[in-house]
Nanobody, 124 residues
Framework: QVQLVESGGGLVQAGDSLRLSCAASGGTFSNYGMGWFRQPPGKEREFVAGISGDAISKYYGDSVKGRVTISRDNAKGTVYLQMISVKPEDTAVYYC?????????????????WGQGTQVTVSS
């Protein structure tokens, strides 16, 4: 059983940078593919970024491509999402998720474990 705890959210202004963290415990971190998702108010959960267990494979959603970077530190059991030039439409609850086997997936249904989420609000 893996427990995930996100942090780093908050209220920021458009154009700012932000780094979200997700600390994992309870498993061998490198065995899990990791994903970041977000859910804006009144909308469905959306894929933001994914990273493989060995950090070699990374993928970004179209709405954030070029503005976010996903990374992980397997020694620390933590995955990060660095965001730059944030926009009001980035406002959402951001979730990290882990999936057994080391690959990442676009579909949130493939993930086995989820954090509680961290709110990011971008003011214009």
């Amino acid at each position: 059983q893996v427990q995930l705890v996100e942090s780093g959210g908050g209220l920021v202004q458009a154009g700012d940078s932000l780094r979200l963290s997700c600390a994992a415990s309870g498993g061998t971190f490198s065995n899990y593919g990791m994903g970041w998702f977000r859910q804006p108010p009144g909308k469905e959960r959306e894929f933001v970024a994914g990273i493989s267990g060995d950090a070699i494979s990374k993928y970004y959603g179209d709405s954030v491509k070029g503005r976010v970077t996903i990374s992980r530190d397997n020694a620390k059991g933590t995955v990060y999402l660095q965001m730059i030039s944030v926009k009001p439409e980035d406002t959402a609850v951001y979730y990290c998720a882990a999936v057994n086997g080391g690959n990442w997936y676009l579909n949130p249904n493939w993930y086995n474990y989820w954090g509680q989420g961290t709110q990011v609000t971008v003011s214009s």
